[in-house]
């Protein structure tokens, strides 16, 4: 059966970075401070409650076999320190909706999906170790079956659980099949992962986080490991600078560029900000997929402190028939503004 993997780097797969206070020389490498914070030397949890509102579009590929039409959408991140267990620890919260229509043979079927995600983990001294996760999926997704497409909801839920050394991970999958109107190929139940951390891993849930405390580059390039809960195995994701494209569609030798975004940052409106593009590509199935990520170039606007923090600007994310790998369109997260709560 083809799906049409349309809406986010939540649905698709999970992620995570491993080694133990950068005991792994990779993670080490790759971690240049907790650059989120004001205080970039911080090796423990921080002080920090910000919140991110992304505003969403989609634009149809010329070709598509399949249409679907975008009413409105918006992504909200929260990034704040707490406890768990009676550990300090920072949790990221994110929710994602989605609104809109998809149109098969002339039938024209409205959706409402919604994909929320938590995640509790160490600071950058720890290398981000994950506590635990979690993500709700209430989603419809695009098969083909029987020279058909049809149009499939599926509602369900992953919790990932890791034991003091996250070395094992234990991940529940829970499907609601009253509510889902798609067959699962993956059984109710657990699968529990040893040695986790063997090479740099990141929890799916913390991954466009974690990237704020990488040491972005022009040359910037790293793989990591990690766990597709939804297909029970691990996958092999690529991290790298993406070199800019002029107007004779030529790379330029830079891999950075001004992004003409508007938004407000805690009162202050900010135009245009320096960025690090950067593209994610997943191994595996899901090989030729890409993710177009858009971070603000630490430093790069004095008084603007937010900036040099390397928020992540925008997300470019392109919805695929995965067996066919034919793009479907395109969907574009556009920062609107932060908010410092504390």
Not at 52 to 63: G, N, P
Not at 172 to 185: I, Q, R, V, Y
Request: charged share 20%; aromatic share 10%; net charge negative.
């Amino acid at each position: 059966m083809k799906k049409l993997l349309a809406l986010t780097l939540t649905v698709a797969l999970a992620f995570s970075l491993s080694a133990c206070a950068f005991g792994n020389t990779t993670a080490a490498s790759i971690i240049g401070g907790s650059y989120f914070l004001s205080d970039s030397d911080v090796m423990t949890v921080g002080s920090i409650d910000e919140t991110s509102v992304y505003d969403i579009t989609y634009t149809a590929a010329k070709e598509t076999p399949v249409e679907f039409t975008l009413s409105s959408g918006s992504y909200v991140t929260r990034v704040y320190d707490t406890e768990r267990d009676g550990v300090h620890c920072y949790r990221f919260d994110t929710t994602l909706k989605i609104e809109g229509s998809y149109t098969l043979d002339g039938t024209v079927t409205p959706v409402s999906d919604e994909i929320t995600t938590t995640a509790d983990f160490l600071g950058v001294g720890s290398s981000f170790k994950p506590i635990y996760s979690h993500r709700t999926v209430n989603a419809h997704t695009v098969g083909y079956q029987d020279k058909a497409f049809t149009l499939d909801a599926y509602v369900y839920s992953v919790t990932t659980t890791y034991d003091h050394d996250a070395n094992k991970a234990v991940v529940a999958f829970e499907p609601d099949e009253e509510l889902s109107t798609g067959n699962f190929t993956l059984a109710k139940g657990e699968t529990t992962y040893d040695k986790v951390f063997e090479k740099t891993y990141f929890d799916n849930e913390t991954l466009l986080f974690a990237i704020r405390a990488f040491k972005l580059t022009t040359t910037f390039s790293s793989s990591f490991t990690s766990i597709d809960a939804t297909a029970k195995t691990k996958r092999t994701l690529t991290l790298s600078s993406l070199a800019t494209v002029d107007e004779a569609g030529k790379n330029t030798s830079v891999t950075e560029e001004t992004l003409p975004v508007t938004y407000i940052n805690s009162g202050e409106k900010i135009t245009g900000a320096d960025t690090y593009r950067l593209a994610l590509a997943v191994g595996g199935t899901y090989t030729g997929s890409s993710t177009i990520l858009n971070y603000a170039k630490g430093g790069a606007k004095e008084g603007q402190r937010l900036i040099r923090m390397q928020v992540p600007l925008q997300l470019d994310i392109t919805a695929l028939v995965s067996l066919g790998k034919s793009a479907a369109g395109t969907f574009v997260y556009t920062l609107k503004s932060v908010t410092k709560n504390r």
